[in-house]
């Protein structure tokens, strides 16, 4: 079965670069969510997307964006990065069942380390 | 909004033992609980969920219970393996359409 996958699996930045991360969904999954996991940490919630629509936003740093496109893939874009930005980044995707139970499936990932 | 706490924080097991889980909310509009257990270098993924409406569920070696009225609910894993071994989220949802709010993970370790 098709899962979600996120691109890069790894990077490495310098401090104050840039950075781009991609979120491809299962096929039909209209939702997508960006989740931050610190080292030995549990997952925090960033952004949230469905269809192209910012649905909801959490702890996001104002030097991070997000968008969802029109074949609902989502990019999380980092700048000025910081050391504390280091961590998982993963995304997670659902089909809206308009009510009934959604499920969110979650990437590999993406290790962001900033040095 | 939403807190969850998770423990314990870590979980050693024999294998073929059983091993508890247990998470309480804050959030009385929370309705759906799922729990995931990521092994190392993974993303989370999801061993078994449930809604309000539901006080328990089961799935082979897997059980998730609900006290809607005491804010807490639970994961109990019988006849544990080796393969068990992991951490363990569990979180909390208004609808499970909405963010997640995850606890603070416990790290079950089954020993052959």
């Known amino acids: 079965a098709a899962g979600v996958i996120q691109s890069p699996r790894h990077l490495i930045k310098e401090k104050r670069e840039t950075a781009t991360l991609k979120c491809y969904p299962i096929?039909?999954?209209?939702?997508v969510y960006w989740y931050q996991q610190g080292p030995g940490q549990d997952p925090q919630f960033l952004i949230s997307?469905?269809?192209?629509?910012?649905?909801d936003k959490g702890s996001i740093p104002d030097r991070f964006s997000a968008q969802q496109f029109s074949d609902y893939h989502s990019e999380l874009n980092m700048s000025s990065l910081e050391l504390g930005d280091s961590a998982l980044y993963f995304c997670?995707?659902?089909?809206?069942?308009?009510?009934?139970?959604?499920?969110?499936?979650f990437g590999a990932g993406t290790r962001l380390s900033v040095l | 909004g939403e807190n969850v706490e998770q423990h314990p924080s870590t979980l050693s097991v024999q294998e073929g033992d059983s091993a508890v889980i247990k998470c309480t909310y804050s959030d009385s509009a929370s309705n759906y609980f799922p729990w995931y257990k990521q092994e190392l270098g993974k993303g989370p993924q999801l061993i078994i969920d449930i809604r309000s409406n539901v006080g328990e569920k089961k799935d082979q070696r897997i059980a998730v219970t609900l006290n809607k009225t005491a804010k807490h609910f639970s994961l109990h894993i019988t006849e544990t393996q080796p393969e068990d071994s992991a951490v363990y989220f569990c979180?909390?949802?208004?609808?499970?359409?909405?963010?997640?709010?995850f606890g603070t993970g416990t790290r079950l370790l089954v020993s052959p």
């Open positions: 997307f469905y269809e192209k629509m910012q649905s």
């Open positions: 997670a995707t659902t089909e809206n069942q308009g009510g009934a139970k959604n499920i969110q499936y």
């Open positions: 979180a909390a949802s208004q609808t499970g359409f909405q963010k997640l709010v």
């Open positions: 096929p039909r999954h209209d939702t």
